[in-house]
DNA sequence: ATGTCTGCAAATCCTTTGCATTTTA
DNA sequence: TAAAATGCAAAGGATTTGCAGACAT
């Protein structure tokens, strides 16, 4: 699931299909936009470029080696990167968000496995035209959210549906 | 937003299309799934035909007549409620929930202003698609959720935009 | 009669806020 | 050195849980 939000922040540019984002170009966004590249904001974007999909915040403080910065931190981080467009948000079923480096292309899909909560990712989808619809109703400042669930085929084992769900059948 | 949940749940069958839902009909499933049907879920069913729509549960809440039951009760009925797929949830990007009735028909989906909260239903839209593709990988027990944000009309003006914002701009 | 709900209070979970201290530019 | 970021503690809001009493069947 995907909020694909339209920022208006003037820095808010992604960057170009092209050149794929680095660390060092995610560093300078961060300076154009007035930000201070620290500590915890580089082992952050770290995690997130390790990754490479979208994680929770609990996660990526974990990655943390030895948890170098508060948990609190890493919730600031984000929303600040978020607030530049340089990381995207998705908002689960369970009320919890994971983000991920937000490329220059569209907003990518999901599907989230209901017992593991892998996600993967899913092919073009297009809701432009729900969009324009909207538009044309006079709606303004645009954003959409989408999400698949499902059971992925490794956890349809015997085994797995004793597990505990990542997401809480009550949830989804 | 719309989870649409595939219920296994044996009694989870929805009304025909032809015959819409009655509140006696909707008592009569809960009967069928071994539920009781106690004065405070009539009330709470009561308030779901009324609207309509998707209602949040702190609005069923204070709808309830000088607030006839708890609001932990209010919770408890939707649970089961959607355990037997009475009712639909739907998540809200600022971790909260909407319910609404759940017909026979397909999913319906729905703008959400970002401003005052209020839901819209949008036309038909697809997912069948993605959905099928996901069956061929292999997944099982599909669902999604659909959502679209913006601002509506009427919360577009000035004086709206010092208003105190349903859903936290930062969240959505 | 009995297994199911309900209300109330308290607990939990995730996220945000306040503020003094540290850090970056 | 001035503005911005951090850590810690504490607040906040939504939802859940435990349990004794009330209720539907």
Same mark, same amino acid.
Not at 33 to 51: D, E, N, S, W, Y
């Given at each position: ?7 208006? !922040? ?5 960057s *170009? ?7 060092? &170009?995610? $560093? ?10 620290? *500590? ?10 390790? !990754?490479?999909?979208?994680? &929770? ?11 170098? $910065? ?6 600031? $981080?984000?929303a600040?990167?978020? &607030? ?8 689960? !079923? ?10 220059? #292309? ?6 989230? #496995? *209901?017992? #593991? ?10 809701? =432009? ?14 954003? !959409?959210?989408?999400e698949?669930?499902?059971? $992925?085929?490794? #956890? ?7 597990? =505990? ?5 009550n949830?989804?």
């Amino acid at each position: 699931m995907i909020a694909a939000t339209q920022s208006n !922040h003037p820095l808010a540019a992604v960057s *170009k299909p092209g050149e794929p984002m680095t660390l060092e &170009s995610a $560093c300078m966004r961060l300076r154009a936009a007035q930000m201070r590249v620290t *500590k915890p904001r580089i082992a952050i974007l770290g995690t997130l470029f390790r !990754h490479q999909s979208p994680v &929770s915040i609990e996660q990526m403080h974990q990655d943390l080696a030895n948890k170098s $910065c508060d948990l609190v931190t890493v919730y600031r $981080c984000l929303a600040a990167f978020e &607030s530049i467009g340089l990381v995207r948000r998705s908002f689960l !079923h369970n009320g919890t968000s994971l983000y991920e480096l937000a490329t220059g #292309c569209a907003p990518n899909y999901h599907v989230v #496995c *209901k017992t #593991c909560g892998k996600t993967e990712q899913i092919e073009a989808f297009s809701v =432009t035209g729900v969009e324009q619809t909207l538009v044309e109703r006079g709606y303004t400042q645009l954003s !959409h959210l989408v999400e698949f669930f499902g059971v $992925c085929p490794p #956890c349809q084992q015997t085994s797995a549906r004793n597990a =505990t769900p990542a997401i809480p059948d009550n949830r989804v």
